[in-house]
């Protein structure tokens, strides 16, 4: 699985390998999902959000029965939780855009994010 600052820098991918813009990545990768839409880079700011929901649900996966839920898990280092991010993103679009976006909405449809299974990258 690709780091998170990988994903939401990806560009495109050459076959197997996810293809990464390294000087948007070693600029804004530490950034927060809000921190990210306030300076309106709007499609990495979304894919933040589709990073944390991803990597949680893995992590949930992962956790499997018998064990707590809650307890640690992939947000750690700082990062808020997917739905307070998917909030902050949607109340800063709207607020630059004057969109009337939701939570709800096809935002994957809109900023073109999806998750996928890539195990290396290549840094341009």
Do not use: C
Request: no cysteine; proline share 4%.
């Amino acid at each position: 699985m690709l780091s998170r600052e990988d994903f939401i820098f990806t560009i495109g991918y050459d076959g197997p390998h996810a293809v990464v813009d390294s000087q948007a990545r070693r600029r804004y990768g530490s950034l927060s999902t809000r921190e990210l839409a306030e300076r309106g880079l709007y499609r990495a700011a979304y894919a933040s959000v589709v990073y944390a929901r991803w990597a949680d649900a893995r992590w949930a996966d992962a956790r499997g029965p018998g064990k707590a839920a809650g307890q640690g898990g992939p947000q750690g280092a700082g990062q808020e939780g997917w739905e307070s991010g998917l909030a902050a993103f949607v109340e800063v679009y709207n607020r630059n855009s004057g969109s009337g976006l939701t939570v709800d909405s096809p935002l994957d449809r809109l900023f073109g994010v999806f998750p996928v299974e890539v195990k290396r990258a290549i840094i341009l």
